[in-house]
C-alpha cells in the first residue's frame, strides 16, 4: 500500500505499525526520518542490543536480512531491523530469480515478531517489477519523490515554521525567509541547518542573527538581499552584493544566480503581463508566500513591461555564455555580473 510521509508519520505516533516498510526515492529527509523514528523510538533502549539489527546493503545479502527477519526476539515482543542503502543489496541489484523469490515468499508471509525496513536512496524500484507489486501488495510504500511528499518553493517558509515549532522553538519572518530564499527546498540542508541553531540557541526565539552566526548565510549578501536590490534598483547594495558572490563562487555558482534572476523576472513578467496588483493574487499566481509577494508588488511599479522581456532576453544570453556556448575575452563570472549589474540599474 502507498502511503504519504504525513500519513506515515501520523500512524507511527498514534502507534499503528506495519511488519514490511519500502522507502524509497531521491527526496532522503523523508525516508531518513522515518528511518530514524523507528531506530530511536520503536524498541526500548535497553532491548535494542538484542532485538535491533542494522544491516547495509553493500555489506549484507538477502538472505542474512530475511535470517534476522525470521529470528525471534529476546526478552521482547518486537525485534527490529533496518537495511540501510538497500539499492545496494544483491536482491535489489542483480536478476537472480533465487533472491527475489525469497523475499517475495517473506514479504507475504512475513514473522509477526519482525519490523523491517528497507530505505532505497537515490533510487526506486521498477514499478513494473514482481518485486515491487509484491511490496505494494504486502507492505507500506514510501516515495519521497511522489507529488503528494513535495514541498514546493512557496510551502517552504511554512514547513521550516512547522519544523521550528515541533522542536518547541519560534522563528522571526526576517530569518524564516533568508534561510528558505538561500537553501531552498532542500529539505536536508534545511533541517541540518536547523539543528545548528538548536544546539546553540539559549532562548526559543530563533533570529536573522541566528541564521547568520550558526548557518553560515549573509545577512547582507544573500539572494533575499539580491532581489530587494532589484525590486528597488538600488545600485549601491546591487553592486556590492554581486561582487561578494562574485568573490565567493563555491557559495554562490554564477549559474544558481543567474536561475534566481530569471526566476524572479519570469515571475515579475507573469503579474505585469496580467496587470495583477493584489497581494493575494500575486502569490497564488506565482507560488510564493504573501511575504515574498510584497517585493513583486513593489517591483511592478518599478519595471517596465519591456523592460522586464529585454532583461529576461539578457538573462538568456549570459547562461549561454556562463556554458561557453558564447566565447568571451574577459574573466567569465566577472563579466557576468558586470553585465548583469549594468542591465538592473539601467532606468
Known amino acids: 500500500m502507498i502511503e504519504t510521509y504525513t500519513q506515515i508519520s501520523q500512524n507511527l505516533k498514534n502507534g499503528k505499525f506495519s511488519k514490511i516498510y519500502l522507502l524509497m526515492g531521491e527526496e532522503t529527509f523523508f525516508t531518513d526520518k522515518i528511518s530514524n523514528f523507528f531506530q530511536n523510538e520503536f524498541i526500548d533502549e535497553s532491548l535494542k542490543e538484542f532485538n535491533m539489527e542494522i544491516h547495509y546493503g553493500k555489506d549484507s545479502s538477502i538472505l542474512k536480512v530475511l535470517n534476522s527477519c525470521k529470528s525471534f526476539p529476546m526478552m521482547s515482543d518486537k525485534k527490529l531491523i533496518i537495511v540501510k542503502e538497500a ?60 507529488k503528494e511528499n513535495k514541498i514546493y518553493d512557496n510551502q517552504i517558509p511554512k514547513w521550516i515554521r512547522d519544523e521550528v515549532q515541533n522542536k518547541n522553538f519560534t522563528i522571526n519572518d526576517d530569518a ?87 526566476s524572479f523576472y519570469y515571475k515579475l513578467l507573469i503579474i505585469k503581463s496580467k496587470n495583477i496588483y493584489n497581494l493575494n493574487t500575486i502569490s497564488s499566481t506565482i507560488s510564493v508566500h504573501p511575504f515574498v509577494a510584497k517585493s513583486y508588488l513593489t517591483a511592478l511599479s518599478n519595471y517596465s513591461l519591456l523592460e522586464i522581456k529585454l532583461i529576461l532576453k539578457t538573462i538568456k544570453k549570459l547562461d549561454s555564455i556562463s556554458k561557453g556556448i558564447y566565447r568571451i575575452n574577459n574573466d567569465g563570472n566577472s563579466l557576468l555580473l558586470e553585465t548583469l549589474f549594468k542591465i538592473f540599474i539601467k532606468k
Open 176 to 262: 524564516l525567509f533568508l534561510m528558505s530564499e538561500n537553501i531552498g527546498n532542500n529539505l536536508v540542508k534545511i533541517s541540518n541547518a536547523l539543528k545548528k541553531i538548536y544546539i546553540n540557541k539559549t532562548n526559543k526565539t530563533i533570529d536573522i542573527k541566528d541564521v547568520e552566526s550558526y548557518v553560515g548565510i549573509s545577512r547582507d549578501y544573500n539572494y533575499f538581499e539580491l532581489q530587494d536590490s532589484l525590486v528597488e534598483k538600488n545600485l549601491i547594495k546591487c553592486s556590492k552584493i554581486f561582487n561578494y558572490f562574485n568573490s565567493n563562487q563555491k557559495t554562490f555558482p554564477i549559474q544558481k544566480t543567474i536561475i534566481y534572476l530569471f
Open 87 to 146: 539499492q545496494e543489496l544483491d536482491v535489489f541489484k542483480t536478476k537472480n530469480n533465487t533472491y527475489l523469490n525469497h523475499l517475495v515468499e517473506y514479504i507475504k508471509n512475513p514473522n509477526q515478531s519482525s519490523t523491517v525496513i528497507y530505505c532505497i536512496k537515490n533510487k526506486k524500484l521498477d514499478k513494473r517489477g514482481k518485486l515491487y507489486k509484491s511490496f505494494l501488495e504486502h507492505a507500506i510504500v514510501l516515495d519521497s519523490d511522489a
